[in-house]
């Protein structure tokens, strides 16, 4: 899915949102007229399946699909959490982002257990992880996954007289995080030109790399007055960003960040597979993108949807046979070849129509391989628990008073998260 970092949007506690795209009362499934089972599935952003559902349609003819989809994952959100809460009004399928799990987690029986012989093993360890309840439920089939590289301008490595093939430059960027500030420093310090976009962008990478960033799983709550390791990230990158100026000092999605593309504004950005296409968008015309199958600390995760069954529906049998093949190996690859959503589902990471997807835009580069070798890199889903936007949106909050607003310095910006933090008068 294209998932916008900064959902900051809606990190903070957020205004209700519209729920224009789902807030029928007859989200459910029906009986069309002709007799056919209709079957509702609520999805949000792009999943793909526009072509699916009518091929679905086509080989099942005793099922209409219809999708009804949300403007905004937001406001699916909202959507969906009001009408669990409610007990009614929920479609036959329910699309989810994972980072939703700590919600949904607190309505089990209103979700139907999609384990099955067929869903064994069908997805990476950490991507059925996250759907799994307690006592071995698995709630949601695993639709795209976020796995990250790194993105890169080919022609500035060049004119800073660094490698620029994409193999070369793994190796040159092998390492952890300091690895990657420290090859910027030597690149901003020969061109003048930003290494990455922003400190936010940044901070998304690092924190899907922390395994417990602000809760401990029983939802504890980690004071942010004693987090040293957040602390620690806050003040590295804040060093990076603007001591060293390794940042643009741009705010992902902004009209600026937007610009940048078509200028030399920065010469690396992480990388989900998602983010290809935004790139390409913003830089059309511009020449010189590769893809480096590498990441800092080595692998990451930045975004990935699910399909749920909710109980409440009148055809959760029908729904859940649509759900399975939705996310079987061949309809995802259908998907990614679509919109770009990369594939979560262990065979379709193997198969041949995957490793052998290539991007003209970006150098030839085999992003299907590239992706596939990135996401069995991944060892950490961090734990977002029900407090992770609201405090996470403070600590970005204080990173973009320093790098984009520059309207504080370090010190101040972070009492300032602070004394916000407070205001949220979190159980500790």
């Known amino acids: 899915m294209n998932r916008k970092i900064l959902h900051l949007g809606a990190l903070v506690g957020l205004a209700a949102l519209s729920l224009t795209a789902c807030s029928s009362a ?6 069309s007229a002709d007799g ?19 091929e679905y349609m086509k080989s099942h003819p005793n099922i209409k699909v219809v999708e009804k989809k949300a403007a905004t994952s937001n406001e699916a959100h909202d959507n969906m959490m009001t009408r669990l809460a409610a007990g009614n009004g929920l479609a036959d399928i329910e699309a989810v982002e994972v980072d939703w799990w700590p919600e949904l987690m607190q309505y089990p029986d209103q979700l139907t257990d999609l384990k099955s012989d067929a869903t064994q093993g069908r997805w990476l360890d950490w991507k059925a992880k996250a759907a799994t309840t307690s006592d071995g439920k698995l709630l949601g089939a695993g639709t795209d996954a976020g796995p990250e590289a790194i993105c890169y301008r080919a022609d500035l490595f060049q004119k800073a007289g660094l490698p620029s093939d994409r193999d070369e430059v793994a190796k040159l960027l092998e390492g952890g995080w300091d690895k990657y500030f420290a090859v910027g420093k030597k690149f ?12 936010v962008g940044t901070y998304q990478g690092i924190i899907n790399q922390v395994e417990e960033p ?31 100026k390794l940042s643009a000092h741009l705010a992902q999605w902004s009209e600026d960040w937007t610009n940048a593309f078509q200028k030399d504004g920065f010469a690396t950005m992480l990388c989900p597979p998602w983010m290809l296409g935004v790139i390409e968008g913003n830089a059309s015309g511009v ?55 990369f594939p979560s589902q262990v065979k379709a990471l193997e198969s041949a129509d995957l490793t ?3 991007n003209k835009f970006f150098n030839d580069a085999p992003v299907g391989k590239i992706y596939s070798e990135m996401s069995k890199k991944i060892e950490i889903q961090p734990y977002k628990g029900p407090n992770f936007f609201p405090i996470t949106s403070l600590v970005t909050d204080a990173l973009n008073r320093v790098d984009v607003d520059k309207t504080d310095k370090a010190e101040p910006s972070w009492k300032k998260a602070l004394s916000e933090y407070k205001q949220l ?3 500790q």
């Open 26 to 31: 007859d989200n459910g499934s029906a009986e």
């Open 36 to 54: 056919k089972v209709t079957l509702t599935v609520a999805t949000f952003n792009e999943f793909g399946y526009n072509n699916l559902f009518a």
């Open 188 to 199: 901003v310090d020969s061109t003048g030109i930003p290494w990455y976009d922003g400190a």
């Open 214 to 244: 602000f809760e401990k799983k029983d939802n504890t709550v980690i004071e942010l007055s004693k987090n040293k390791q957040i602390k620690g990230i806050y003040d590295k990158l804040i060093t990076e960003s603007v001591d060293n």
């Open 287 to 341: 020449k010189g993108w590769d893809i480096a199958p590498v990441f800092p600390g080595g692998g990451g995760n930045w975004g990935g949807s699910y399909l749920t069954v909710p109980t409440q529906g009148k055809h959760v049998k029908e729904a859940k046979e649509l759900a399975q093949w939705l996310t079987a190996p061949e309809q995802q690859i259908k998907a990614f070849k679509t919109k770009g959503n």
């Open 356 to 358: 052998g997807y290539t």
């Open 425 to 427: 008068d979190l159980q």
